[in-house]
């Protein structure tokens, strides 16, 4: 569809508008695209998404050595069950005990907190209950002296863990 118009020397000038097809095509290239590349995003968020758990994850082990060397090559203590909910002293400070789920923490009155001083390294950017417990990580229950028993649990000297290269935090 051309659209003539005059202009003040007296000459004309055409302007071309685009015709429906052409919008529909141009639109369904742009559809075919995003279609193309939402995939890619997805994989781009997922892929940072681990990388902060595992940099999380990282302080975390970096909070626990730190605070062995300040204790006498002591680990953190651990609260367990019901028992252990409201205690302090533990890596973390259990508020509430769950029995479905697993409960709610406050990291920042726990042991580990002066070593990292933020709440979010105690979170996985993968874990979708994070919001509601406040913590995704735990503590590997091996590393506490036994018999365990429910309440705040005491952990052996790092000296005394048996192939550490083989054991979890």
């Known amino acids: 569809m051309e659209i003539r118009q005059r202009i003040p020397n007296g000459e004309s000038q055409v302007n071309r508008a685009f015709?429906?097809?052409e919008l529909l095509v141009v639109i369904a290239i742009i559809g075919i695209l995003a279609?193309?590349?939402?995939p890619v995003f997805a994989a781009a968020k997922l892929a940072a998404k681990t990388s902060t758990t595992i940099s999380n994850l990282r302080q975390l082990g970096t909070a626990t050595f730190l605070y062995a060397a300040d204790a006498d090559d002591t680990l953190?203590?651990?609260t367990e069950g019901f028992m252990g909910a409201g205690q302090l002293g533990g890596?973390?400070?259990n508020l509430e005990f769950g029995q479905k789920e697993a409960g709610r923490f406050d990291p920042s009155r726990g042991s580990l907190f002066p070593y990292v001083k933020?709440?979010?390294i105690f979170l996985s950017a993968l874990d979708p209950t994070?919001?509601?417990s406040h913590?995704?990580?735990?503590?590997?229950?091996?590393?506490?002296v036994f018999p365990p028993k429910p309440g705040l649990l005491r952990t052996r000297p790092l000296t005394t863990v048996e192939k550490p290269a083989e054991q979890f935090l």
Do not use: E, K, R, W
């Open 76 to 78: 953190p203590m651990v």
């Open 91 to 93: 890596y973390t400070f």
């Open 135 to 144: 913590q995704s990580f735990a503590m590997n229950g091996s590393l506490t």
């Open 19 to 21: 015709t429906l097809i």
């Open 130 to 132: 994070a919001t509601d």
């Open 35 to 38: 279609a193309l590349l939402f």
């Open 118 to 120: 933020s709440t979010g």
